[in-house]
């Protein structure tokens, strides 16, 4: 029976504009098997983790459990909890990280304020290498198990210290999926040696455009305008571009992108369906999963040119 990734890969379902939307990443290391809704079904007390997601709904904040790669016996005596905070807005980008013997002091933290860009003196200043935090999940999608842990594995086998697996990075069929911290851009159809060149990009403070599903910082029409303007201007610094406005009319979107020199860019962005129907994760009915389709890159002093790549079409998960 084919996955769904391979379904996805086999369609060559576009990757642009499907990332999961959080401006900032909570990650709170747990050990052991997880469930399919991990908060609540992990090794991680049940109590906290829906206490957990109840502080952060509404605040720009999203939560997620991380281990090492390797095997995961089912012990319930890890004592120390290694978190990091993650703001992934360009230009105010943080990383700060903490060991907690108490992950419920985690619901002490202002979830408004970290949404927000604030801190609040959390932790200290993460000074290692980039995170690459690769879904693994199989108790929400096999495509993450089967694809995810061995990509995992051999970036640890490799020496890439800041090798994490994670609870969910939405979008399965595009497994194996990974994140980037402290930019907070998403990949899918990951592999090793591109995972190695995308950190070797964060750590010179460029993007890697091929295989990007888009920064978490943004919605997806924010997702798909801002690399669409990568594309169309060659533009990889993780901190050039910004989205300062969304206008939402009849089906599309009007997305305005500014660099930090003075340009700007209007980025239509349309809705759209995948076409044919496939399977968003294993098991599940076939759909037309909705895709961001960029229709025109605008730059507003005065030319306009056609979406990078040839026809629009950059799905969604």
């Avoid at 959080?22 to 990650?27: K, M, P, S, V, Y």
């Amino acid at each position: 029976m084919s996955t769904c990734a391979t379904t996805s890969r086999e369609l060559d379902e576009p990757l642009a504009g499907t990332a999961a939307t959080a401006r900032t990443w909570l990650l709170v290391e747990q050990t052991g098997p997880w469930g399919a809704k991990a908060l609540t079904s992990s090794h991680l007390d049940p109590g906290l983790g829906r206490a957990l997601e109840t502080a952060a709904q509404g605040t720009g904040v999203r939560v997620a459990l991380i281990r090492r790669p390797g095997h995961h016996a089912d012990t319930r005596t890890a004592a120390r909890h290694q978190v990091y905070v993650a703001h992934t807005a360009p230009g105010r980008t943080w990383l700060r990280s903490c060991v907690t013997n108490d992950p419920r002091r985690l619901l002490d933290l202002d979830f408004a304020a970290l949404g927000a860009g604030d801190h609040g003196g959390f932790g200290t200043p993460h000074t290692g290498s980039p995170l690459a935090l690769v879904c693994t999940n199989g108790k929400r999608d096999r495509c993450c198990a089967l694809l995810g842990r061995p990509l995992a594995g051999q970036l640890a086998a490799a020496g890439e210290e800041g090798v994490w697996e994670i609870t969910h990075l939405g979008g399965h069929r595009f497994a194996p999926t990974v994140l980037v911290l402290p930019y907070g851009y998403a990949y899918g159809r990951t592999e090793a040696h591109t995972v190695k060149e995308i950190l070797a990009a964060v750590r010179a403070g460029r993007v890697v455009r091929q295989g990007c599903r888009g920064s978490s910082a943004w919605d997806r029409p924010g997702q798909a305008a801002e690399l669409a303007v990568r594309a169309a201007t060659g533009e990889d610094a993780a901190g050039a571009l910004d989205i300062v406005g969304t206008q939402e009319a009849d089906g599309h979107w009007e997305v305005t992108v500014a660099h930090t020199d003075g340009r700007r860019w209007q980025v239509t962005v349309a809705s759209g369906a995948s076409q044919p129907p496939r399977p968003e994760s294993c098991g599940a009915a076939l759909k037309t999963p909705a895709r961001m389709d960029v229709v025109a890159v605008t730059a507003l002093a005065d030319r306009v040119s056609e979406a990078p790549g040839g026809p629009p079409g950059a799905a969604g998960p």
